[in-house]
């Protein structure tokens, strides 16, 4: 498959609009480890092979264990290896992620009141929207994988 175009050459505004969401998420709270898992777990739910490769190879240079990103996909299956805010995160990725079997329930947003603050709240979110958002792009245009 070849890439369809490159959204940040056909329309730069609406792309750098978007850089700049990239940009909110290095000045939040929530980590760069979690905001990684975010990523890798919205874009397998998404099938997006661009930014699954992307944000693999960053979390590894962030310092997540291998193990933990091979077994993501079965956190579940997993609890020992995600702490209780992991837990509560990847839940509330795949809600939002998965928008069009209810969105983000009652119960995970419970949850997710008892171990986070309201802007760490916000923050989870955002960083799953825009992840979304670059999953949709990334997908549309056909994306590549990095060679490197």
Same mark, same amino acid.
């Given at each position: 498959?070849? @890439?369809?175009?490159?959204?940040?050459k056909?329309? $730069?505004?609406?792309?750098?609009?978007?850089?700049?969401?990239?940009?909110?998420?290095?000045? /939040?709270?929530?980590?760069?480890?979690?905001?990684?898992? /975010?990523? #890798?777990?919205?874009s *397998? #739910?998404?099938?997006?092979?661009h930014? &699954?490769?992307?944000?693999?190879?960053?979390?590894?240079?962030?310092?997540?264990?291998?193990?933990?990103?091979?077994?993501?996909? $079965?956190?579940?299956? $997993? &609890?020992? %290896?995600?702490?209780?805010?992991? *837990?509560? /995160?990847?839940?509330? @990725?795949?809600?939002? @992620? &998965? #928008?069009?079997?209810?969105? %983000?329930?009652?119960?995970?947003?419970?949850? $997710?009141?008892?171990?986070?603050?309201? *802007? *760490?709240?916000?923050?989870?979110?955002?960083? /799953?929207?825009?992840i979304?958002?670059?999953?949709?792009?990334?997908?549309?245009?056909?994306?590549p994988?990095?060679?490197?």
């Amino acid at each position: 498959m070849s @890439t369809r175009f490159n959204l940040a050459k056909t329309d $730069a505004a609406a792309y750098k609009a978007m850089l700049g969401l990239v940009n909110y998420l290095q000045n /939040i709270s929530l980590s760069h480890t979690w905001q990684e898992l /975010i990523k #890798i777990r919205a874009s *397998q #739910i998404n099938g997006c092979a661009h930014c &699954l490769d992307l944000h693999t190879r960053d979390a590894v240079k962030l310092g997540e264990t291998p193990q933990r990103i091979y077994l993501l996909n $079965a956190w579940r299956e $997993a &609890l020992e %290896l995600y702490s209780v805010e992991e *837990q509560i /995160i990847l839940k509330m @990725t795949e809600e939002i @992620t &998965l #928008i069009n079997k209810n969105g %983000l329930s009652e119960e995970i947003y419970n949850k $997710a009141k008892q171990v986070f603050t309201e *802007q *760490q709240i916000a923050e989870i979110i955002m960083t /799953i929207v825009i992840i979304n958002s670059y999953n949709r792009i990334g997908i549309s245009t056909l994306t590549p994988i990095s060679r490197n």
